[in-house]
């Protein structure tokens, strides 16, 4: 098991959850969550909150990639994103909570 902890690293990381967000609230299937929304998706700042590497089941070389992302509209916070990557760096999926 290696990780790295390098800055190119992580901004790799956060620049995929990025990708996934916009892939995620431009989806036709997903227009729903613009009126949820209920701003233009132009308004929202994505802000790199953190990234964790989450184990389960005690096997050590399995183990998935949280990338969080905050979502901020002005001063406000309106959401959050989550983006999961597994240990082999494939997308898995991935959660959009609004406030």
């Known amino acids: ?15 995929k959850a990025k990708e996934s ?5 431009r989806n036709d299937e997903n227009q729903f969550l613009k009126d ?13 909150k953190d990234i964790k590497i989450v184990f389960s089941k005690r096997v050590f070389e399995e183990y998935n990639i949280e990338v969080c ?5 002005g001063n ?6 989550l983006y999961i990557e597994n240990n ?3 997308a898995i999926d991935d959660s959009l909570v609004l406030y």
Do not use: Q, T, W
């Open 88 to 90: 082999n760096n494939e």
């Open 21 to 25: 967000f916009e892939k995620c609230i």
């Open 36 to 48: 949820e929304l209920g701003m233009p998706i132009d308004y929202i700042v994505l802000i790199e």
């Open 1 to 15: 098991m290696e990780f790295l902890n390098s800055d190119s690293h992580l901004s790799l990381l956060y620049h």
């Open 76 to 81: 406000n916070e309106v959401g959050r994103y």
């Open 69 to 73: 992302l905050l979502l901020y509209a």
